[in-house]
């Protein structure tokens, strides 16, 4: 699996980011998050959590238990190299992901932010959950804020829920992402504490 690793002079944290179903590491629209978490000081990885043959097979796309496997291999590794405290960013199945992976007794993770997630995938998990949660919905997206609502009421650690008014399930609209990566932002220099501004290497 594949992955592209920036980490900024003096970073506080590293966020790694676990994409949705059709999604990859060359999101557009994660990779405009993570550039701004960059600009933050904060270091970033995204890889991909099936290879090209697997994402074939739609059910190995909703398969949780699997996609959270792959995660928590990728942070077994990003923990050794960078040597940092870990976050996750997490879009649509992705997030769910990024929960379960987190509810692993040994599995120490400062932060978590979904957008548009399906917090409700991991739904066994959401309890052992212990890093602070940011749900990010749209206001366009009543389906996906119901279940954020639901999966909420599950969480037993610190968790809000951010609604972006006017914004659809893929965050299109003018200015929605950018509210997206803004809140991103203000979740993990929060968490991670006062981020250093630095340049990529």
Request: proline letters at 6%; glycine letters at 12%.
């Amino acid at each position: 699996m594949s992955g592209d690793l920036i980490v900024p002079d003096a970073a506080r944290g590293l966020v790694v980011f676990a994409h949705g179903s059709g999604s990859g590491r060359h999101s557009p629209r994660n990779r405009y998050v993570a550039g701004a978490l960059n600009e933050a000081g904060l270091g970033t990885l995204l890889f991909d959590l099936l290879t090209p043959g697997e994402e074939a097979d739609r059910a190995n796309v909703f398969d949780i238990p699997l996609l959270a496997e792959r995660l928590l291999e990728r942070t077994a590794q990003a923990r050794e190299s960078a040597g940092l405290p870990i976050g996750y960013f997490g879009a649509s199945t992705g997030a769910a992901a990024a929960l379960w992976a987190a509810a692993e007794p040994d599995n120490t993770i400062t932060a978590i932010v979904s957008r548009g997630g399906r917090p409700d995938l991991a739904g066994p998990r959401l309890a052992a959950v212990r890093a602070p949660t940011l749900l990010i919905v749209g206001g366009r997206d009543p389906v996906v804020a119901e279940l954020n609502e639901e999966a909420r009421g599950h969480l037993r650690a610190d968790s809000r829920i951010t609604v972006v008014p006017g914004a659809t399930h893929l965050f299109e609209e003018p200015g929605a992402l950018e509210a997206v990566a803004g809140h991103a932002r203000d979740w993990f220099t929060t968490h991670f504490g006062p981020a250093a501004t630095g340049v990529a290497r």
